[in-house]
């Protein structure tokens, strides 16, 4: 399913509810009229019908479009973000409703994009052009993703790690010795953490030298467990693109009035719907920043909008994946990166096992030791996994 449509009737793309208002025909005629008239906003299939909102059970199913082909399988392009006819959770994200507006920044980047279209910046025709571009871009070159789960998991659980102050993974970290357990304040639980940085700090390095981000690692490790088809677009076509788009949000975010409310402010890290306007800005200036930035300047003197539902275009984010691929790309090219397989309960063990040999070859005493913090939880988590695979095996 798709929120919104490229009507050929209207000339610009409509959310469901907002086509039925602006074509004002009779209901009982929808289906068969924009069976001849919509295109999927991405990768413009045809064939698409309206589907018009239902009630199933407690669930209040809203209007949205179709595009299947003749066989029953999806109508859209295999590189299209809506192939498979579904709108997921991570294509919603993306989306920005026509009829509401569910957040501040959303309302913000509404007004500039209807401001625009005003002023004669952009017009529906050349945002459909930019998609076009876009998607043209998307289906030149991609590449497989062939990481494994394992790499990925060991990724993931090495960069989630609790990293205390001192503990960044930037300075070389003192290995542990009995010694610094005998200090009155000592903390087992800061040290066993402090403990594993210091033994996967050569990961976390690379990771910081190739400009690798948490969120984009689990981002690229929830992408691989979906059931998504594992080949994303080659990041280095839109990289200089994605740069500036980054330059000019940040650019706006700093400078712009509608930016100063802290409600707003706090939403613009990452916001997809305000790349996508900046990437709208920059492509009808030919990718010059300075240019985009002078169109800007109209948008943002614009004193009062006339309509509010001029045509608010962003349907998607042109970069959608991008931070994915990029961080994919970068583990690849690089021949994977290396890493050790140690938990935190190892290193706890390691610790103790040391702590107790160094006790019994010492005349003075050392303090007992106090409950383990997680090698008892590891055992546990070992012996449920255990008894649910015998349960299964016995199914």
Known sequence: MTDTAYSKHLQKEVDAEQYVDLLGIDKNQIHEFAHHDVLCPVCEATGGTYVSAALSGYYQKKAHFR?????????????????????????????VRYSTDRTKITHVIRKLVCAGIQENVFSQETMRLMRQW??????????SVDISEEDLGWFVYIIRLPRIPYANGRDDLLPFTVAQATIPGFSWNEAIQREAVRIHQ?????????KIWPKHIID?????????????????????EYAKTLQLTAFIVNNSAEFKNKAVRDRTDGEEKLLAFAALLLFVSGWEIDVAIMKFAVIANVKEVDDMLAGNFIGLNPYLKFSIADTAKKIQDNGGIKYKEVELWEVEKTMRDNYEQYNRNHMHSLPPLGPDLYINQYLKDLEREKMLSDWIGDK
């Not at 295999?78 to 997921?88: E, I, Q, T, V, W």
């Open 67 to 95: 595009f299947v082909g003749k066989g029953g399988e999806s109508a859209h392009h295999p590189s299209c973000d809506f192939y498979g006819d579904r709108l997921s959770h991570e294509m919603g994200q993306h989306l």
């Open 134 to 143: 876009f998607f043209k871009k998307r289906t030149i070159s991609t590449f």
């Open 202 to 210: 050569p990961t976390l390095r690379v990771f910081q030298e190739l």
């Open 220 to 240: 690229l490790q929830n992408y691989l467990q979906s059931s998504k088809p594992k080949f994303l677009i080659d990041p280095s076509l839109l990289r200089e």
